[in-house]
């Protein structure tokens, strides 16, 4: 029933494509790759609201990730194309129409698009300036039509609901590609592998250590011990090469009063704090999508 549109189906679906070897380079072009897939099946009058919220998600899960600079093409009929005129210029329109709703210069590729419908093309740029094929969004007017899909519409009649595929990332694969060199590893602290490093100063405060580790996991926080026995220089040192956004020296003291010494990196020391204190304003850094030192107490946001 038309009550019962706009129907949403997401996927994570491995695929796999033949790549010369040649062409293969690194994690941006694989043989085998993951991509966030999605259909929506929509109402004629329902296509430019349904592209509009793509749109607004692909924008919103970018800019999380600190990609602003794309570029954007949008790919009109080609020659050879299934549907009739009437559906290609409403599709076209929609697509045009969220465009500029949404603010977005874009390109147009004339003739561009796939024989079953036109699209948008969204392309992240990297640290070094380089485009890659990232978001997509693309009507179909052809798959409806071959598995015979049919919805029943105000007046009883019977009709063809308009297909909507979109990825957000495109290639997983890809994307984490282009993210590392863009942060050139250096991860903010609620997208670090590792957020937090503990470093005690003798044997002694492992113990400790592994406490607060597992009181962190408790929270969501991916927490180490370097338990190698280094040097305290060392071992500082270690966590900067490392990329490490949060380092904590713990020693006899520190064992006694519950306590961590912060270093931030790049920042250097930050103080001593409880060890809730800290778990409490790291987990309110990484719910606020913010550095460690942009909270002042666990309700702040940045």
């Given at each position: ?34 991509q966030d897939d999605a259909h929506i099946f929509c109402l004629p009058e ?20 600190g990609f602003s600079d794309y570029e954007i093409m949008l790919s009109t ?226």
């Open positions: 029933s038309y009550r019962d549109l706009p129907l949403r189906w997401a996927e994570l679906g491995t695929v796999y494509r033949y790549e010369r070897s040649g062409t293969l380079h690194g994690l941006m072009r694989v043989r085998g790759f993951t329902q296509l430019s609201d349904e592209i509009r919220g793509v749109l607004d998600l692909i924008e919103s899960v970018l800019s999380r990730f009929r080609p020659q050879e194309s299934v549907g009739s005129d009437e559906i290609w210029t409403k599709a076209t329109s929609a697509l045009k129409e969220a465009l500029t709703l949404k603010g977005w210069e874009y390109s147009v590729d004339e003739g561009g698009g796939a024989f079953y419908g036109p699209k948008i093309d969204i392309k992240i740029r990297d640290a070094i300036g380089r485009l890659w094929q990232c978001s997509t969004v693309q009507c179909d007017f052809n798959l409806p039509e071959r598995f015979e899909m049919e919805y029943v519409d105000r007046t009883s009649s019977r009709e063809r609901p308009i297909m909507v595929h979109r990825a957000i990332f495109g290639s997983i694969e890809r994307f984490f590609g282009v993210l590392i060199e863009s942060y050139a590893g250096e991860f903010p602290l609620w997208l670090a592998p590792v957020q937090l490093r503990l470093l005690p100063v003798t044997s002694d405060a492992l113990d400790f250590c592994y406490d607060v580790k597992k009181q962190a996991a408790t929270k969501g926080l991916r927490v180490e011990v370097d338990a190698s026995g280094e040097r305290l220089g060392k071992l500082v040192r270690n966590a900067e090469t490392d990329q490490i956004p949060l380092a904590a020296v713990v020693g006899k003291k520190e064992m006694e009063e519950k306590t961590l010494s912060l270093r931030a990196r790049k920042v250097g020391d930050v103080g001593t704090s409880s060890v809730d204190q800290i778990l409490e304003r790291m987990q309110s850094a990484v719910q606020h999508y913010c550095s460690y030192d942009q909270v002042t107490d666990k309700e702040s946001k940045c």
